[in-house]
T-cell receptor, first 117, second 111 residues
């Protein structure tokens, strides 16, 4: 089945360590996104990519890095520079153009919950 | 992308219609209104979208005002399973750029 897969679902990290969250999609979508969600809060955009080998910062990019070497994959690295990394991370993808036989909706993964010990 | 404003929370009695408002006063002509919902600790789920006309699907109805500055998501017969956070966002045709989610509205459906 087509969809978007995030891994791991739960991750624990010691302070000072970098960690990489995986996001893979087989929907042939051009655009991919990473959001962060804190308890009781909405989604905040970290990074997004509209095409392979290109990505832009969202509203809270500091302490994070991404790559987009393949259309299917958009991994997020949470670096030691991120001051408060404990959060729920959501990856999403979207087709580029609305209306050509599609809804243009964002498809979300199930999320990765990162806890820094 | 235009920003949206939603009330932080709403209650609704089970079996009654839930009407969730969204203000998007700075929406531009080619931007669609999208609604998603998020059940606790899951990824958000698409509900419905529209441009100018009212829309209906098996999940909900979307009413967009004539000036397009606001919209209302209607869940016609709310159930306990509709308890979730509902997000309204706007997105332009062909625009896959900076898609911003606000705080959303927490809908509590009560027995």
């Amino acid at each position: 089945d087509g969809g978007i897969t995030q891994s791991p679902k739960y991750l624990f990290r010691k302070e000072g360590q970098n960690v990489t969250l995986s996001c893979e999609q087989n929907l042939n979508h051009d655009a991919m996104y990473w959001y962060r969600q804190d308890p009781g809060q909405g989604l905040r955009l970290i990074y997004y990519s509209q095409i392979v080998n290109d990505f832009q910062k969202g509203d809270i990019a500091e302490g994070y890095s991404v790559s987009r070497e393949k259309k299917e994959s958009f991994p997020l690295t949470v670096t030691s520079a991120q001051k408060n990394p404990t959060a729920f991370y959501l990856c999403a993808s979207s087709i580029g153009v609305i209306g050509q036989g599609n809804t243009g909706e964002l498809f979300f993964g199930e999320g990765s919950r990162l806890t820094v010990l | 992308d235009a920003k949206t404003t939603q009330p932080p929370s709403m209650d609704c009695a089970e079996g009654r219609a839930a009407n969730l408002p969204c203000n998007h006063s700075t929406i531009s002509g080619n931007e669609y209104v999208y609604w998603y919902r998020q059940i606790h600790s899951q990824g958000p789920q698409y509900i419905i979208h529209g441009l100018k006309n009212n829309e209906t699907n098996e999940m909900a109805s979307l009413i967009i005002t004539e000036d397009r500055k606001s919209s209302t998501l209607i869940l016609p017969h709310a159930t306990l399973r509709d308890t979730a956070v509902y997000y309204c966002i706007v997105r332009g045709w062909g625009n896959t750029g900076k898609l911003i989610f606000g705080q959303g509205t927490t809908l509590q459906v009560k027995p």
